[in-house]
């Protein structure tokens, strides 16, 4: 029997490094925003600092490991074989959770996630417990489990929730009035004092966040304990000296500093407590082994509160953890998908928007716009123009040879998110309150974009719509781990073989996500619409209209080869696919409209005119795209409410019309993407021989209606194929000649 435990300990291993790998993707969130979002530094200069962090952060550690063997359940009330199926059912939750928000690019609290799986695990194989024990009610289940840990959790998530963002808002409105958009031509003192406070307030943070708990800790607690204003005084005219001295003798920008130590900071904190999250319950486990094999008793009558007791962790399994971290932090396509969200909800730009707009967005938004109004009915005339001048941006004005990408928001912005989140986790660490890292640098950078008027009319309700889903996945977290932790528990629970079927459904769930991951990256081509100082001369608009002509046609050829089969076949499974796709391909159309504002605004001076040409060929796109929408829908419809199969003759005449539609657009993708415009006059042609042919079939539907036709839905359908094939048609030429005429004149 011993020999399976030790099989589940080797899986419990292999779990931890997937777990970390999984777990970092989504952390690495909080304290890479700040920087990458600001280009204060260079990404790799950032990747540096960081991983430093990391890996001194994660050696550190050791003290927070006693969470995962007894902060959630009462070991003493459980044998040793309920302990391995509590962490196996944890740790395969916990994977398979994290890796979902990863590949949805939802940042979310690993510690949430690792303390509700422990409880909804430990809650299952309790109530079995009790369930078999005649001696013990229902009410029994309180002696089991720490209950106070989790209220303690959801109260911790409101808190922070409401704290961060506002304390977060507040600060950065005052810091935009002291610094506004002009933050280098502020005064030498002020630099120096923000520094001071700032670096105060992070290395307080490095020390009580980052330190506490950990052997290093108890040797200075002494020194720390009762002294701590007297020390943040000393350490705030020590720091502000020292920055005086850095901006005026060797020119260093303090911002850059204070977003440099702040990433460190948060970077260690972040591998100090929420190591845990990762490797805490494979160690725990590895403990409870030990502790059971020298004992010489059955699995199932071992008691485990050895559990209890404080066990330090093995500074090797540290050190590999760390490295593992790190590795994942360079590599982790999918950490950068989670970077991209939070840096997007909070960019001071217009561009993009991932999160789409809903009812509970647009009130929230048009109840700010009233209390705005209200307030400034109340503020001065001369007082708001003062304040708007300190949010006015200034003008980046650049040559027209020269390329820039400018930085989602400033290093004011970026600093205040570090300095905001190391205060506040500090502070609920002194005081003892369950804080996530997560929350709270989240909802800091969100409070800080809101104060910085980087919600405008113009993003507001998606802005706030994408708040509103990553906060709903939190408490979505909470809910799916202890849900899922305990129906795994309860399966390991009814045989010990249900565990390595669980693994294979890891494994071939995880390869599934990484895979459709990589997919969808390769897929995406088009550029991220942000606000940069790139100019696009008349070519850039030749090649990229070309390149949207040539992959819609691609597109649109097999899309409508799907539904002639599908519709023949009456197989509604595929054309349900189809339509999905057809969907997507609509998408990705009207977001190429939605951001032409930022297209024709990159034109230069002399490509201007390209502006209409390039609108027009957008407007044929989503004509043909709403044509092939409409066939795919019609036929969907059809096949789903069962009517009948179309007569052989209508598909007959519907395959016909497909193989020459089918060439007709091979020949149009095959010319757009070999730049032969030249060859445009001969496709047009041929696409006027195809609108006779499905004249023709229209006519020939006409007199089998007054003949042997019987069917009304079919003739609707066929009807509506026909016809939306002919205004796609008529979409397709009218853009082939606009391109003509464009391609002409540019020759000229």
């Known amino acids: 029997m011993g020999d399976i435990y ?31 979002g600001s280009k204060a530094i260079s990404v790799k200069k950032i990747m540096i600092i960081a991983s430093v962090g990391v890996f001194f952060g994660a050696v550190t550690s050791s003290g927070m490991m006693e969470v995962a063997r007894k902060g959630i359940f009462n070991p003493n009330m459980f044998v040793f074989q309920d302990v391995m199926y509590i962490f196996m059912a944890v740790m395969i939750t916990d994977i398979l959770l994290l890796d979902i928000f990863n590949s949805l690019g939802m940042p979310t609290s690993t510690t949430v996630s690792i303390v509700f799986e422990l409880l909804g695990a430990a809650v299952v194989i309790a109530l079995i417990k009790i369930t078999n024990n005649d001696a013990e009610s229902i009410a029994a289940i309180w002696n089991y489990i720490n209950y106070d840990t989790a209220t303690d959790i959801i109260l911790g998530i409101l808190l922070s929730v409401l704290v961060a963002f506002s304390v977060g808002a507040i600060v950065q409105y005052f810091s935009r009035l002291i610094y506004s958009f002009n933050f280098e031509s502020r005064p030498n003192y002020i630099n120096a004092l923000f520094g001071g406070f700032a670096i105060t307030a992070i290395t307080y943070f490095i020390i009580i966040k980052g ?60 591998a100090g407590n929420d190591l845990v999250n990762f490797i805490g319950v494979p160690i725990a486990a590895l403990n409870s082994y030990e502790a059971w094999s ?23 399994l540290l050190l590999l953890a760390g490295a593992i971290m790190v590795t994942t932090l360079w590599t982790s396509s999918k950490a950068q998908n989670v970077i991209k969200t939070g840096i997007d909800l909070s ?72 300095i905001m989140a190391s205060v506040l986790i500090s502070i609920a660490t002194s005081m003892k309150l369950p804080l996530s890292t997560t929350y709270v640098t989240f909802m800091v950078a969100m409070g800080t974009s809101l104060a910085d008027r980087a919600w405008g009319r113009e993003s507001a309700v998606y802005r706030v719509a ?98 002639v089969n599908d519709l023949a076949n009456h197989d509604l499974n595929k054309l349900r696919k189809t339509d999905k796709h057809v969907a997507k391909l609509n998408t990705e159309i009207d977001d190429l409209k939605d951001n032409v504002f930022y297209f024709i605004k990159s034109l230069d001076e002399t490509s201007v005119q390209a502006s209409r040409f390039y609108i027009m060929v957008l407007g044929y796109l989503q004509d043909v795209a709403q044509s092939i929408s409409y066939i795919s829908r019609a036929s969907y419809k059809h096949v789903h409410n069962n009517h009948k199969n179309l007569k052989k003759g209508q598909l007959k005449d519907l395959k016909a019309i497909d193989i020459e539609f089918s060439s007709l657009l091979s020949k149009i993708d095959t010319t757009f993407k070999n730049r032969s415009f030249d060859d445009l006059n001969s496709i047009i042609i041929e696409k006027r021989e195809l609108l006779k042919h499905v004249s023709k079939s229209v006519e020939k539907q006409i007199a089998r209606i007054r003949t042997d036709e019987t069917s009304p839905k079919n003739t609707t359908l066929y009807f509506s194929v026909l016809l939306e094939t002919k205004d796609l048609v008529g979409a397709l030429i009218s853009l082939l000649q606009t391109y003509e005429e464009f391609h002409l004149t540019t020759k000229n």
């Open 347 to 418: 960019r001071q730009g217009e561009g993009h928007e991932k999160f789409k707009a809903n009812n509970v967005s647009r009130i929230t938004v048009r109840f700010a716009m009233l209390l705005n109004n209200i307030i400034n009915t109340i503020i001065p005339a001369k007082t708001q123009a003062y304040i708007n001048s300190k949010f006015e941006k200034p003008v980046l004005k650049l040559p027209q040879d020269k390329t820039y990408e400018m930085p989602a928001f400033d290093l004011v912005r970026a600093s205040v998110n570090l």
């Open 6 to 36: 030790i099989l589940m300990l080797v899986a419990l291993a292999v779990l931890a490094v997937v777990d970390l790998v999984v777990g970092v993707s989504n952390d690495a969130v909080n304290f890479l925003n700040s920087a990458i």
């Open 211 to 270: 330190l506490k708990g950990t052997d290093f800790y108890s040797s200075i607690k002494g020194i720390l304990e009762g002294n701590t204003i007297q020390i943040i005084a000393i350490s705030f005219l020590i720091w502000t000296a020292l920055s005086g001295v850095l901006i005026r003798f060797l020119k260093l920008n303090i911002l850059v500093l204070i977003i440099g130590v702040g990433t460190f900071s948060l970077a260690m904190a972040f």
């Open 294 to 316: 020298a004992s010489g008793v059955d699995a199932t009558l071992f008691s485990m509160g050895s559990l209890a007791k404080k066990v330090p962790s093995n500074i090797w």
């Open 466 to 563: 994408g708040v509103l889903n990553v906060i709903g996945g939190w408490f979505l977290t909470a809910i799916i781990a202890f849900v899922a932790a305990g129906t795994i528990a309860y399966f390991i629970s009814l045989h010990v073989a249900t565990i390595p079927v669980l693994l294979l459904l890891v494994a071939f769930l995880i390869g599934r996500n990484t895979l459709k991951h990589r997919k969808q990256k390769n897929e995406v081509k088009k550029k991220d619409y942000i606000e940069r100082a790139e100019l696009i001369t008349i070519n850039g608009v030749i090649e990229e209209s070309a390149d949207h002509i040539s992959g819609v046609a691609e597109r649109i050829d097999k899309l409508y080869t799907n539904v």
